[in-house]
């Protein structure tokens, strides 16, 4: 579906992460390092019979929504809705897109319901480099349901630990394109 420039020289791709999501329509989900600026990105592959429909997800821009993406494989649903770990203004974040749209599912210091009472995603050290809100990769069903581990500490309080929890943010009405995430 695609080739970086090691193999052909005039790809656009410099390099691919290590790890990829795939569907029963055979389109490919990867983290990738494009050629020009070696920038990382997010994007979809679509096998369309004689060719591939290469749509970017996201992409790294240094003032922009996304200001890094995270070394982890992406997830991707039967409908091609592609989820990721990324760093925004606020900080680590997960991110739902199909190409043409993309929301913020959930990040650093939103609120959460637990069995402790409030809480918020993230950790009692704020070392984005060594201490991180997320554990592995995203998942994603047909729904547009995404599942992920965070980090949690008490409302109002970030020197407390909770450890981690696992959630899932239900997407309200048509995935991306209704109102936004419930709550985890």
């Known amino acids: 579906l695609a080739v970086d420039t090691a193999t052909n020289a005039a790809s656009p791709y410099r390099r691919f992460d290590n790890g990829l999501a795939y569907n029963n329509a055979g389109q490919v989900a990867v983290v990738l390092n494009l050629d020009a600026g070696n920038v990382r990105a997010v994007y979809r592959f ?3 019979g004689g060719g591939v429909d290469a749509v970017e997800i996201a992409r790294v821009e240094p003032t922009g929504t996304i200001r890094n993406i995270e070394s982890f494989a992406p997830a991707m649903n039967a409908a091609g809705l592609v989820v990721f770990r990324a760093r925004d203004a606020n900080g680590q974040a997960l991110y739902a897109g199909d190409g043409a749209t993309l929301v913020r599912v959930i990040g650093k210091e939103d609120p959460v319901m637990t ?8 950790q009692h050290i704020d070392n984005p480099d060594s201490w991180p809100i997320f554990s592995g990769a995203p998942g994603i069903n047909d729904q547009g349901d995404i599942a992920f ?5 008490p409302e109002g309080d970030t020197q407390v630990e909770w450890g981690s929890g696992v959630f899932v943010a239900y997407v309200e009405g048509d995935a991306i394109f209704g109102d936004g995430f419930e709550g985890p």
């Not at 069995?115 to 993230?122: E, F, Y």
């Not at 581990?149 to 500490?153: E, N, Q, R, V």
């Open 115 to 122: 069995d402790l009472g409030p809480g918020r995603i993230g």
């Open 149 to 153: 581990i965070g980090a949690l500490h």
């Open 46 to 48: 679509t096998p369309n």
